[in-house]
């Protein structure tokens, strides 16, 4: 737990002691602009733009809870939708 860091919320009941970290990020995957191509016809321009997408904007956390009982961690839960573990 040390390369947690500070956790973000602690509190204690019945001498069970509960640590909570969370992290998040959010952000856009940038979109791509639209091309544009001209054709000149009998020498009239024609202009035409087509394709390009929106930029699109993402959210992900984790939190995690750690129960503690005599200085030992018994259990812990995760929510979120960037939770992953590592071995």
């Known amino acids: ?9 602690s509190y204690e ?3 069970v002691r509960f640590l ?9 995957i940038p979109g791509q602009p639209p ?10 321009a024609y202009t035409n733009t087509s394709g390009g ?5 993402y959210a992900y956390s984790c939190t995690v809870t750690f129960t503690i009982v ?4 018994t259990s812990w839960k ?3 939708n960037a ?5």
Do not use: W
């Not at 997408?53 to 904007?57: S, V, Y």
């Open 78 to 80: 995760h929510s979120g």
């Open 53 to 57: 997408t929106q930029a699109i904007p």
């Open 70 to 73: 005599n200085k030992l961690i």
């Open 13 to 15: 009941a019945d001498g």
């Open 20 to 28: 909570t970290y969370s992290r998040s990020e959010f952000g856009y």
């Open 35 to 44: 091309v544009t191509t001209t054709t000149y016809i009998g020498g009239k």
């Open 1 to 9: 737990m040390a390369e947690e860091g500070i956790p973000q919320g």
């Open 83 to 87: 939770c992953k573990s590592y071995d």
